[in-house]
């Protein structure tokens, strides 16, 4: 497998629900990062780990919480969210900043 | 500030015209890298090409071509002889040597090309 890989690429979850997001990269890239895409929006930068580390979170609500817990895997877990954060989540990794992403299919998130 | 603009939000174009695609960026560092991405409608940004600040040579790969021009903070994209398989949205971005591992994207273009 190559790649950065996404489960699921689809999900759709009422506003009470417990559920996670989960990335997978087998290039040996030290950085992950989501990102949320929602319709006629850019890319909202999220979240990015570097060696296991949180580095960056862009004032993004705790019903949103991520997880690394190695550098091939970042997870994204989600409560109580709200419509609003019906989105396409993607994830991406790199191993540097002089080097491209690389980004999974992402998941298209749908709240009830 | 690290900072992509892409102006055009949409380009509607007829298969086999030329069609270029803005990015105005803007740093300050002196060393930086510009990328520019293709998101189909299936969803996976796919990395096209990348330019370091220190290289403003131009470059082609087949249909795609890519402008660098410093004195004017552009790295604009051209595709010649446009297909339908070229509809998507594009997107530019950039990191810098004091951006840690952080990348900035423009809004993006959606371009159509219409059969």
């Known amino acids: 497998e190559t790649g950065v890989t996404q489960t699921p690429r689809h999900l759709v979850m009422g506003m009470t629900n417990k559920k996670s997001l989960k990335c997978e990269q087998h290039l040996g890239h030290n950085a992950m990062y989501w990102y949320k895409q929602s319709a006629k929006k850019p890319l909202e930068l999220m979240f990015v780990?570097?060696?296991?580390?949180?580095?960056e979170n862009n004032s993004v609500p705790s019903r949103f919480s991520p997880e690394c817990p190695n550098s091939s895997h970042l997870f994204l877990h989600l409560h109580t969210l709200q419509p609003e954060d019906s989105a396409l989540y993607l994830c991406?990794?790199?191993?540097?900043?002089?080097?491209?992403?690389?980004f999974g299919d992402g998941t298209r998130l749908s709240i009830l | 500030a690290q900072k992509v603009t892409q102006a055009q939000t949409e380009i509607s174009v007829v298969e086999k015209e030329d069609v270029t695609l803005d990015c105005v960026y803007e740093?300050?560092?002196?060393?930086?890298?510009l990328f520019w991405y293709k998101q189909p409608p299936s969803g996976e940004l796919v990395f096209l090409i990348r330019r370091n600040s220190f290289d403003e040579q131009n470059e082609i790969s087949g249909r795609y071509s890519w402008n660098f021009q410093k004195s004017t903070s552009s790295f604009n994209f051209t595709i010649t002889a446009s297909q339908v398989v070229d509809s998507a949205v594009y997107f530019c971005?950039?990191?810098?040597?004091?951006?840690?591992?952080?990348?900035?994207f423009g809004t993006g273009t959606s371009l159509t090309v219409i059969p």
């Open positions: 971005a950039l990191s810098g040597a004091n951006t840690g591992n952080q990348f900035y």
């Open positions: 740093t300050r560092d002196t060393t930086y890298y």
């Open positions: 991406a990794s790199s191993s540097s900043y002089y080097q491209p992403q690389h």
């Open positions: 780990y570097s060696l296991e580390e949180r580095v």
